[in-house]
């Protein structure tokens, strides 16, 4: 299954996206056409396309839900 | 814990792992063993780490005195069968909220507000509803385009079904209804074809006739389905897209 990540956009180049989610993988390849990103944007993403852009406060509180959850589980 | 329990559910975990969507990066251990039917500790662990499919199997069997791994659980999670109507919302809510990862809780007090009780802890409702949570956030830029782009990916992500038409080596011809978005509103379009990926060294695909239906995922067939399994997927994708498209509607 996936789930919705929430990354940080690294680079931009024709639509797609370098983004990093913080899992300390290499940056993943998305699909930015649905939402103006640039560099330092804040997306929600789904499988590799961004359904949204996020504020940098919302991205706060999904990152912190998303560290205590693991935290918890002790995955990651 | 059962090893047919174990092997449904990486059958139908693998090609996300595949492609980095979901699970840390162990696609070749996952791979191994379903080659070999015989899945060890290594692939439990590796399957315990999946930020959501794991939780979602941890909240089913708790509601309903199974295991994690019994062949009921992942075949509610992926398929859907009775199990799913033996959780209580109010868990399948609390759940939502404190163990899955990332969710935007007010995005989830929402949707079960909305849906009254009627969400149901199945994968195809999981990832319908995560679309329909999110395209809310920016006003996601929804033409015709951006329709497309989100249909397919809500089609590959669910479970869907095929039924074989042919036989290749490692791969298959499937007739199968594929789910489009439309004007905010996600339907079962006509049955296309559509070739799809399979393992023939994962039982029982080295000897799938003709005929057969099998359960898809990211374009890759993942088991083939007995008919109560056939009539449950279909059952329960219809329920998850009617209450989907009710939250969708009220949004629009």
Known sequence: ?76 | MTRKGILFHAKHAFMPNTLGYCGPDERGLIKEGLEDGIPGDSVVRTLERFEAAYPFLKLIARNTGRQVFDYEVPEAYWIGNSLLDRIPPPDFYSFSHRELQGKDHAKVRDLFRELDGKATPHHSFYVMSTYAASSEADGANVDNESEKKIGTLIDNCRISWGNVVDVGREELKVSYRPLELSGRTLALAEPRLKKVRYNPLVKPFGSVRRGAVVSLHWGYACDVLNRAQELNIVKYTLYDLTQVNQYLAARK
């Open chain 1, 1 to 76: 299954m996936c789930i919705a990540r929430v990354g940080r956009v690294a680079q931009v180049s024709d639509g797609r996206a370098r983004v990093d989610f913080f899992d300390g993988r290499s940056l993943g390849e998305v699909d930015v056409t649905m939402v103006k990103a640039e560099p330092g944007s804040y997306v929600e993403v789904f499988g590799n396309l961004a359904l949204s852009k996020l504020s940098v406060s919302e991205a706060r509180v999904r990152k912190k839900a998303w560290e205590e959850v693991t935290a918890k589980g002790g995955r990651y």
